[in-house]
Each structure stands twice: as C-alpha cells, then as structure tokens.
C-alpha cells in the first residue's frame, strides 16, 4: 500500500515553471528521499502534499485522501518539520509540547504524559523546563521533529531536518528517523546531505529545474552513472604518458601524474592493469579504488549544487 501517490503534479509561480509533471509513490512505512538543487522545487513539492499549496495540474494522495478535496483529513495524518525550528523561545520546551498536545485535544493529563515521554526519547529530559532560548540549534530541531510526533501521525514530512546541525547532532536525528520509519511510519525526507539520503532513503528521486531526472535505490542510481574506477598515481609525469599512450579510450580522466579508468573492481583486474604498467616500464606509486557515490550522481545529472 502507498502512503503517498502523485500524478501529474504541475506549479507555476507568475509563470515561472516550479514543477512540471511530477509523478512518484512512497510505499507505507519506508523512507522517500527527495535531492535538488536550490530552486529544484523540493520544498514547494513537500507544501503542497502538506495541503499548504495547490498544485495548477495533477493529483496527489496522502495517507489515502486527496490533498485538494480532502485537505483537512490530509492534516490529521501528517506532521511537517521544516527548515528552521518552529518552536516557542519563550516558553520551556515541555510547555512548547504540552501546548501542541492541548491544541491536538489530548486533554491536560494527556498532553504532559506525551510531553514526558517525548522529552525523554529525544534526550531533552533535563532541559525540558528550561526555556527554548537557552537550546542550542540541536537540541531546537530535536524539540522541533518532537513537537510534531506528539499525536503519532502515520507520514511525516522532513523538509532539510538537518541543516545547520553539527555532525553529532545530524547522526542523532538520523537516530530518529530510522526508528520511526522501524516503528511503521512513512517518511517522506528532502535533505542538502547526499549522505544523508544515502544512508536513509529506501528510495530516492533526483529533481531538477522541476523535472524529475532520475529515480531509484541509491545502488541503482549509482550504477546509472557508471561503476567503479582505479586511479594510479605514477612516479613521474612521463610514466603517466607512457601509461595514456598504451591504455587508450580505457582512460577517463588524466591529470599531470595520475591517471584514472573504469573496472569492476575486482583484485583480478587490479592485478592485471599493475602487472601491465610493470611490464610497460612505468612506476606506480599508489593505487586508489573510487565508488560512485550520491555526490557522482548528483553532479552527473544535474550538474548543479546539492540543496
């Protein structure tokens, strides 16, 4: 079953084209990853899922309601954590999800029970009666992705959750993510890492200019653009040349001492490919094994900046 299914999704901005045709489905309980660069249309995909904008062209559905006819229902299954914290500074951070709770009508005792136990699950236990001024940018977000779990909501909407964290606080948000999405929510993930999406997503869209380019595992858009690659670092520029001159088209990219070409991988071919720079009469000095990574397939296909 699909938590979330678009068709044809379209938005323009004063006729500009933001979105043109968009079509994906996120299986329930998995983590969608959506890559762009600035501009892409990322956030205002993710706005408009969450009821927060009309699309001119195409349908979407959310947790089984659509998006335009079934708006408020839409909002009862969801949550939407944004770009920058949306958190009360002058209030505690147990006050700031007390409030939630009340407005979500879990009653008094209901809604700081679930503060309770949402300040201990993301490690704000200690720092839940002191005001959110005092946080730090971590511990913000932290509250933020708290705040919009305190009703449990089947599909959550992560739109760049990290940015401007340090690495820690990035590794324990990512923490968080995986254990919702073991717990049988869906995630629905826009992010500025590449590693981040890696290391998340079950599946990944790559958009740019509002079209989407590429869509898959991210082993599968890996091996889109190619497989892995050996780069030799020769002893002198002139065994570098020796080495151009006798292997050929096989050579991707060439700079004054090292040189890079395609394999499998394997200590075979390794093997092979140092025994022949022996037997030509050029010295290798090191030896390095690249895989492709989301950054590759970033660059390859949009040749943009990731955000």
């Known amino acids: 079953m699909d938590a979330i299914r678009v068709s044809g999704i379209g938005k323009s ?5 933001v979105l043109t045709g968009i079509d994906l489905a996120v299986p329930a ?15 205002t995909l993710v706005r408009i899922l969450a009821t927060l904008v009309r699309p001119d062209a195409g349908r979407a559905e959310v947790a089984g309601h ?27 951070g147990q006050e700031n999800l007390v409030m939630v709770g009340r407005l979500r009508r879990l009653g008094r005792a209901g809604a700081k029970r679930r ?18 001024k005092t946080y730090s940018g971590g511990m913000r977000r932290r509250l933020d992705l708290a705040m919009s779990l305190v009703t449990e909501p089947p599909v959550i909407f992560l739109d760049e959750p ?58 599968e858009l890996k091996v889109r653009i190619g497989g892995e690659r050996v780069e030799l670092e020769f002893g002198s520029a002139a065994d570098r040349v020796l080495a151009v001159a006798d292997l050929g088209a096989a050579v991707l990219t060439s700079t004054d001492r090292s ?3 395609a394999t ?20 290798v000095d090191k030896v390095a094994i690249h895989r492709p990574t989301l950054d590759d397939v970033f660059f390859a296909l949009t040749g943009g900046n990731p955000r």
Not at 29 to 43: I, M, Q
């Open 259 to 261: 040189v890079t070409v």
């Open 29 to 43: 309980g998995s983590v969608f990853g959506l890559l762009g660069p600035n501009g892409a249309g990322k956030t």
């Open 264 to 283: 499998t991988g394997s200590a075979a071919e390794v093997r092979e490919l140092l025994d022949r720079m022996e037997k030509l009469g050029a010295t």
């Open 162 to 219: 990290t940015t401007g964290l340090d690495p820690r606080s990035r590794q324990q948000m990512w923490s968080f993510v995986r254990e919702l999405a073991d717990a049988g929510s869906t995630i629905f993930l826009t992010t500025q890492y590449l590693e981040e999406a890696d290391q998340l997503a079950d599946r990944i869209m790559l958009i740019d200019h509002g079209v989407a380019v590429a869509d898959g595992t991210a082993a």
């Open 115 to 132: 503060a309770a136990e949402l300040l201990d699950r993301f490690d704000l236990a200690e720092a839940g009666r002191k005001l959110v």
């Open 66 to 92: 659509d998006v335009l006819a079934e708006a408020f229902e839409v909002r009862q299954k969801i949550s939407l954590t944004g770009q920058f914290a949306a958190v009360d500074e002058l209030q505690t």
């Open 13 to 17: 901005y004063g006729g500009q084209r």
